[in-house]
């Protein structure tokens, strides 16, 4: 599968705890993007990288982190887990930068208990 | 602070009805719109954007910049358009930052 990739797809864990959340872009694809989708609030945009910088931040909190590592594939960092941390994540990925179409992964869903 | 608002939850029809989902948007300058469909257990996905001016599976959205709108339409809609339809926008240069609205189930009865 050559499109974009995240794992694990399912992730129960406790609150307090720390998870990270994996993603692999389209081959090709310099720029990773980071969403996450809770049933009250949409779909919300966290963070861009850009072959391996950080290009922008959207709503992320500081108990949230990512980064995009040389082999272009991304980690999104999870800590101090809240019962509202419970979403669906999101990862995609474009060519460029400012590319209009992103291509999405099939999501992580993370169950905080 | 750009704002991309989809009035409609759920949005349901008959087969063969024409299907119009709703999208509204506030930013102050010239943004580009799209809008992604997700089917069920398929990812999100492009489904058109308003600078290419397409028709994709006979769905058209025209960007009405004195409305602020980019409605989503079909004249007669189909059972396989049933999906999740979400409405983006992105602002004019600078970095990319997109905004989605909440989305829009649409079901398609047979």
């Known amino acids: 599968d050559s499109g974009v990739t995240q794992t694990p797809k399912h992730l129960i864990t406790a609150t307090g705890q720390r998870v990270t959340l994996r993603c692999s872009p389209r081959s090709g694809d310099l720029s990773v993007y980071w969403y996450q989708q809770s049933l009250d609030q949409g779909l919300q945009f966290l963070i861009q990288y850009y072959n391996g910088e950080e290009r922008a931040k959207g709503n992320i909190l500081e108990r949230f982190s990512a980064q995009q590592f040389p082999d272009l594939h991304s980690e999104l960092n999870l800590s101090s887990l809240e019962l509202g941390d419970s979403a669906l994540y999101f990862c995609?990925?474009?060519?460029?930068?400012?590319?209009?179409?992103?291509?999405f992964g099939p999501g992580t869903r993370l169950t905080v208990l | 602070a750009q704002r991309v608002t989809q009035p409609e939850k759920l949005l349901s029809v008959f087969k063969g009805a024409p299907v119009e989902l709703k999208c509204n948007y506030s930013y102050s300058g010239s943004p580009e719109l799209f809008w992604y469909v997700q089917y069920s257990r398929q990812r999100l996905q492009l489904l058109l954007r308003h600078i290419s001016r397409e028709s994709i599976k006979g769905f058209t959205a025209d960007l009405n910049k004195g409305e602020t709108s980019f409605h989503l339409k079909k004249p007669f809609a189909q059972e396989e358009d049933s999906a999740m339809y979400y409405c983006?926008?992105?602002?004019?240069?600078?970095?990319?930052?997109?905004?989605f609205g909440r989305g829009t189930s649409l079901i398609v009865h047979p």
């Open positions: 983006a926008l992105r602002p004019e240069g600078g970095s990319y930052i997109p905004t």
């Open positions: 995609a990925s474009s060519s460029t930068s400012g590319s209009n179409e992103q291509f």
